[in-house]
């Protein structure tokens, strides 16, 4: 089973920029779609943005134009650009990874990194 490895955050002032990382450590054949998730206490958790293996992305409309997603392949690592942020922002990110392929007749789902906190101060 792969683990989500996720590292960045922190505190930020409001305007500034923080990027977080998410290794998936382990031993797997494929990963279609990696993203970011994030969630303020009592709240949902929601989509920040995500992306595939071929490199498509898709983002919250609140984060459009601020966020960028991208992925490493060769270092199984998604990294999630975050500029202008805003005190809205603060929450904890999650990485996940909806599907894992180990194999053809093996999947795993719904893997989650452990959270990372953004705190943006205005």
């Known amino acids: 089973q792969i683990q989500l490895v996720q590292s960045g955050g922190g505190l930020v002032q409001a305007g500034g920029s923080l990027t977080l990382s998410c290794v998936a450590s382990?031993?797997?054949?494929?990963?279609?779609?990696m993203g970011w998730y994030r969630q303020a206490p009592l709240n949902e958790r929601e989509l920040v943005a995500d992306?595939?293996?071929?490199?498509?992305?898709n983002y919250a409309d609140s984060v459009k134009g601020r966020f960028t997603i991208s992925r490493d392949a060769a270092k199984n690592t998604v990294y999630l650009q975050m500029n202008s942020l805003k005190v809205e922002d603060t929450n904890v990110y999650y990485c996940?990874?909806?599907?894992?392929?180990?194999?053809?007749?093996?999947?795993?789902?719904?893997?989650w990194g452990e959270g990372t906190l953004v705190t943006v101060s205005s």
């Open positions: 996940n990874a909806p599907q894992v392929v180990y194999s053809d007749s093996m999947h795993g789902f719904d893997y």
């Open positions: 382990g031993t797997f054949a494929s990963i279609d779609v």
């Open positions: 992306i595939t293996s071929g490199g498509i992305t």
